[in-house]
Structure formats: C-alpha cells, structure tokens
C-alpha cells in the first residue's frame, strides 16, 4: 500500500462506529490497536453513557451516538499515523514524518543494524555502509552534528531523521576530542597524541598535498589507512 493510499483509506472501526449504544466499543478498539489508553476510556466512555441514557432519554442517546461518530472520524488520521506500518518508506512531508517518528521507539546509532539504518530511518545505503564501517573499527557516534563532520551527510537529511535517533554518551563528544585538529597538527603532534609515526607523516603529507580533510572518512578515502591508525583524533 502507498503513502498515499494508506492515509486516505478509512479503517472499518471508523465505519462500526456508526453502531449505536455499542459504537463507542470502536473507538476503545482503536486505542487497543494503536496502544492509546485514552483512546479505550473514552470509547468505553460512550458505550457505558449510552447504555445508561437510552432507557432515560432518546435525546440525550442520539446526541452520544453522533458525538461517537465524530470523534471516531477526528480520530482517524492520528490513528493511521500511529499504526503506520513499517514495511513502507516514511513520507516525504515533514509533518507526517515527525508525527510517525513520535510513535515509534528511537534507534541507537551506535547499536542499530544496518537495516535499521536503511529501512527504518530512510538512510542511502553509502551512508549506512560508513556509519557501519567506522563501527566495526570501534568508533561511537555521540551526535548527528558528528554524522555530518565525520561522513558529510548532509543536514537535511539529518534534520529530518533527527526525532528518530539516539546516540550512547561519550567522552570524546567534547570539544578538545575534535577529529577537525588533524588540520593544524604537525606529523610530530600526531605522533605525540599515540599516532604511529608513519601513519601521521602519511596524513600530514596528504594534508599537504590535496589540502585540509572535511570529515574522517575522507581521510581514510583519501589516505587509504584505516580509522583504528587514528582513532585518537575523535
């Protein structure tokens, strides 16, 4: 089912509102589905009211039965974006990705699988194939500015993952840990921070030659070292 499909249909609970006295059943059983237990008091709401007023006034059973009915359909796109299944890429419109990541549990960088990355955050599949490989050499991620200084994606794309994601604290999201100091260090102050003399005589020459890096993994694409021969720098 597409995007735009899924939140223009009607879910048949909406329609079994129209039950009167026991309408208001509906409703609880979209709380049971969506996991909203104001949404269940509420439906269990109408029907007790209902059930205690019919016998009393038909007025008053005919006013419950539209106001079940109306708040069944104001409902109804809350509970579509509550329920929006995960098989389906996230929509492109801001408003409705923020509201479908509201209820769905945050994914830690650091931990998450690479599908995660990809099928659940939206993610290109070259980002996800870096985040990935700066892990397995033992990096942790501690920010999405860090995502963006590390392996240049962009921040739009950032932005928009943003109520999605976690990260585990760590102390080299302080300042003075900065990956950017490999852009004013000698080769001798790489090498005193516990740099391998040859891997920091490598990058400095590189710097030299090609300019200053913009993230770490393009040192290591422009380099061709690994991540774990200056992991010192983050």
Request: hydrophobic share 45%; glycine share 6%.
């Amino acid at each position: 089912m597409s995007q735009p499909s899924w939140f223009d249909q009607t879910p048949i609970w909406v329609w079994w509102s129209f039950f009167p006295a026991l309408g208001g059943g509906a409703i609880a059983y979209a709380g049971v589905k969506s996991g909203s237990n104001i949404w269940i008091g509420v439906g269990a709401g109408f029907v007790a009211a209902a059930i205690i007023l019919s016998p009393i006034s038909d007025t008053a059973t005919v006013a419950i039965w539209i106001a079940q009915i109306a708040t069944a359909f104001a409902l109804k796109r809350e509970y579509l974006t509550k329920t929006y299944p995960k098989d389906l890429p996230l929509p492109e419109d801001h408003k409705l990705f923020q509201a479908i990541a509201a209820n769905r549990p945050k994914i830690e960088i650091n931990s998450c699988s690479k599908n995660d990355l990809v099928n659940v955050l939206g993610l290109p599949i070259v980002y996800a194939n870096d985040i990935d490989s700066l892990r397995a050499e033992g990096h942790i991620f501690t920010s999405l500015e860090e995502l963006h200084d590390i392996l240049e994606i962009p921040n739009a794309t950032l932005q928009k993952i943003e109520p999605m994601v976690t990260f585990s604290y760590d102390y080299r999201q302080e300042s003075g840990y900065s990956w950017k100091r490999i852009n004013s260090m000698t080769a001798d102050e790489l090498i005193a921070i516990g740099m391998e003399p040859k891997v920091a005589i490598a990058i400095a020459e590189e710097r030299k030659q090609r300019g200053e890096f913009k993230s770490i993994m393009d040192i290591k694409k422009r380099t061709g070292i690994p991540f774990s021969a200056y992991r010192q720098l983050t």
